[in-house]
């Protein structure tokens, strides 16, 4: 059921809306920029120089002092750390003393792992590569400090708040009239941003979105590299001279493959610096330029391991997450593949995050809906455990749920399906199964979204 406030946001005027947008983004910003955030900036500014060893040294004090919060404040690691952990805890490499951290655990146990209670959290969800919902409560003091770590690395960019932006939104945020009269953006005035819909980029609107982006020449591009590869490839296939205003683009949330970086980056004149980490609070992977890639040792521990759970140069990826205090990721097996850079010199060098290539199910009515859109389905859906998408004919969506029954109700069954429609259209035949498990990639991945009519698309 919607909110009053979804209500009035639907049915008031495109211009009235903006301001909407505007006002909640001013309420957001309260909690996103405030001392935590300035005192993060300035301790990053402070230490941009360091060397390996300061960083390994300061990374560990900051490990032992999340490790002891944790201990202290959560019924779940209390029992987990033992009381004499601490006094023969040396390095990093004795985090291996520790149990793994899954996403099923999160969500089994969450009441005993979080930390603050949620009236003083900052809330977020998550749908997350393994289709099970995940909610998961920041501090505030963590969440303005992550904020500072996206933001000290667009800043290196040139990028500072305010600056006319274009994002590619995961949001569902227009209106039927919105769409009736082909305009598939909404203006933020505070933070000079336009946010673009991701639902509605299909060969029948690319144009219009390419159209209003000429005109309003942004200084920078965020969001799902998926949509802005999409725009690109359709703006070089009809010669479009994209004006050269853009000085940097921040995807997020996919992994950039070769193709859409070279597309991309040439259509919009503009070189791509790319970032990993997730809602539910995973340290940061940055890029520096021309692909190279870091671990940000300031937000977290990585550990890249075999199936033996022992270092390997590729492997599944493995994250203590110092900013979050308020639901602790301890060794938490995040779901991707890291592949490590071998350098004698540079202990956080990466080479490629293999595991979160772009995947996407089409509709004939709406066109690609990538993996990222997908996984907001699950966002504030109870007993989804986790889901796959099987795509065999351009008419015909499979989905697959596996669920726990205690709290997937029939209501939340019909607000799941209501968010897969609202990404598919109505047109296209949906088939919902219920069952027990679902089978993992040879890779031991689980691979979400399975697209077989890729090569029915049209060109």
Not at 386 to 405: H, M, W
Request: net charge positive; proline share 3%; glycine share 6%.
């Amino acid at each position: 059921m919607k909110s009053l406030s979804d209500k009035v946001y639907e049915n008031s005027p495109s211009s009235i809306q903006n301001i909407l947008i505007s006002l909640y983004n001013i309420r957001a910003s309260k909690r996103r920029y405030g001392q935590y955030y300035n005192d993060e900036i300035d301790f990053l500014e402070k230490n941009k120089f360091a060397t390996n060893d300061e960083i390994k040294k300061i990374q560990f004090e900051r490990l032992v002092d999340f490790l002891k919060y944790s201990k202290k404040n959560s019924n779940y690691y209390r029992n987990i750390i033992a009381d004499d952990f601490f006094k023969s805890f040396q390095s990093v490499d004795d985090l291996r003393q520790l149990p793994f951290l899954t996403k099923n655990d999160i969500i089994q146990n969450f009441n005993e792992i979080v930390t603050i209670p949620k009236r003083n959290a900052v809330v977020a969800n998550t749908g997350g590569t393994t289709g099970a919902s995940l909610k998961v409560f920041y501090t505030v003091a963590d969440n303005q400090r992550r904020f500072a770590h996206v933001d000290f690395h667009r800043k290196k960019r040139g990028y500072e708040l305010g600056e006319k932006t274009a994002w590619f939104s995961g949001k569902n945020f227009l209106s039927g009239r919105d769409i009736k009269r082909n305009r598939f953006w909404k203006t933020d005035y505070y933070n000079n941003v336009r946010y673009y819909s991701t639902f509605h980029i299909n060969y029948s609107s690319v144009e219009y979105y390419l159209e209003n982006l000429v005109k309003y020449r942004p200084r920078f591009l965020i969001g799902f590299p998926s949509n802005m590869f999409e725009l690109a490839q359709t703006g070089l296939k009809k010669g479009i001279d994209f004006p050269a205003s853009i000085e940097a683009v921040f995807p997020n949330a996919e992994t950039i493959t070769p193709d859409m970086r070279i597309s991309i980056e040439n259509f919009f004149k503009a070189p791509i610096f790319d970032q990993y980490g997730s809602s539910e609070g995973a340290p940061f992977i940055f890029e520096t330029g021309n692909e190279n890639y870091h671990f940000d040792a300031f937000s977290g521990i990585f550990e890249v391991l075999d199936d033996e759970g022992l270092p390997t140069d590729e492997g599944r990826l493995v994250v203590t997450s110092f900013f979050t205090k308020g639901t602790p990721l301890i060794r938490y097996d995040i779901g991707d593949i890291v592949r490590l850079k071998k350098s004698d010199t540079d202990f956080t060098s990466v080479e490629r995050i293999i595991g979160r290539e772009s995947e996407f199910i089409y509709s004939e009515e709406t066109g690609k809906i990538n993996g990222v859109n997908l996984n907001n389905c699950t966002k504030k859906v109870k007993g989804v455990m986790r889901f796959k998408v099987v795509q065999n004919s351009l008419n015909k969506l499979d989905l697959y749920l596996v669920i726990d029954e205690r709290k997937f109700s029939q209501s939340e069954k019909n607000n799941f399906i209501s968010n897969i429609r609202q990404r598919i259209g109505s047109n296209m035949s949906l088939n919902v199964e219920i069952v027990d498990s679902i089978d993992k990639e040879k890779s031991g991945k689980f691979r979400f979204i399975e697209n077989n009519v890729k090569n029915q698309l049209p060109s």
